[in-house]
C-alpha cells in the first residue's frame, strides 16, 4: 500500500510538475531600474516547483528501501550505500532549488549582465562577451565570456527586454553578427518592450 501511494504521489508531482512547469511570457519585459541596475528574476514559484518534483522519487526510494528492509533478504551493505548516495542527491537537489527560488536573479547593468545562483555569481562584461546565442526551445539566452565563463538568461524571467537592449547596445557588433537568429530574437524583445510601455503609457494618461 505504501509503494502505491508513493508512486501515486510521484506520477502528481511529474504531472502537475511538468504542467506548471511548461513554457510561459515573463510577467513583464521592462524591469525596474535601480542606480542603474535592472533585475530579472524567474516566475516567483517556479524553482520551488522544481524542489518539490525534486524531493518525490527521493521520497519514493525511502519508501521503497523502508519496505526491502522489512524482508529477510533486506538490501545488503551495496544497496544501503547506493541508497545513502541517491537519497543524498535527493536532498541536495531539493535544497538547491529552495535556495534558488530566493537567490536566483540577473542584474543587467551598462557595464555587465551578472547572475546569482545558490553557489555562486558570474559575471561577464559586455564587452567581453564572445558568444551570445539563443535557444529557441528551451527559450534562454547563452552567454559565454574569457576563461570558459558560461551564463544563462532564461527568457521567461521578468525585465528580460532590458537585458535584450543593452546586449545589442553593447555587445561587440562581430558577436551579434554571428548569429542572426539571436539578433532578430533580441530585436523582437526589444520591439514587443516598447509596444508593452506605450500600452502602459496609455493607460496612465
Do not use: C, H
Amino acid at each position: 500500500m505504501q509503494l502505491i501511494i508513493a508512486f501515486a504521489v510521484l506520477g502528481v508531482l511529474l504531472v502537475g510538475g511538468g504542467w506548471l512547469l511548461r513554457p510561459v511570457p515573463p510577467a513583464r519585459l521592462r524591469g525596474v531600474r535601480t542606480g542603474g541596475i535592472v533585475v530579472l528574476r524567474p516566475p516567483r514559484g517556479r524553482n520551488a516547483i522544481l524542489a518539490a518534483m525534486a524531493i518525490g522519487p527521493t521520497l519514493l526510494v525511502v519508501v521503497v528501501t523502508a519496505t526491502a528492509l522489512r524482508k529477510e533478504e533486506g538490501i545488503g551493505v551495496a544497496g544501503m550505500v547506493v541508497v545513502s548516495l541517491a537519497v543524498a542527491l535527493g536532498v541536495f537537489v531539493f535544497a538547491y532549488f529552495l535556495l534558488a527560488e530566493r537567490k536566483m536573479q540577473v542584474r543587467v547593468t551598462d557595464r555587465a549582465v551578472e547572475r546569482d545562483d545558490p553557489f555562486r555569481t558570474q559575471i561577464i562584461p559586455w564587452g567581453q562577451v564572445e558568444k551570445l546565442a539563443y535557444n529557441g526551445v528551451s527559450r534562454w539566452f547563452f552567454l559565454a565570456g574569457p576563461g570558459g565563463i558560461r551564463l544563462w538568461v532564461p527568457e521567461n524571467m521578468a525585465g528580460i527586454g532590458d537585458f535584450a537592449e543593452e546586449a545589442l547596445a553593447r555587445v561587440p557588433p562581430a558577436v551579434l553578427a554571428a548569429d542572426a537568429t539571436t539578433r532578430e530574437a533580441l530585436e523582437q524583445l526589444v520591439a514587443e518592450m516598447k509596444d508593452e510601455d506605450g500600452v502602459a503609457g496609455g493607460a496612465s494618461r
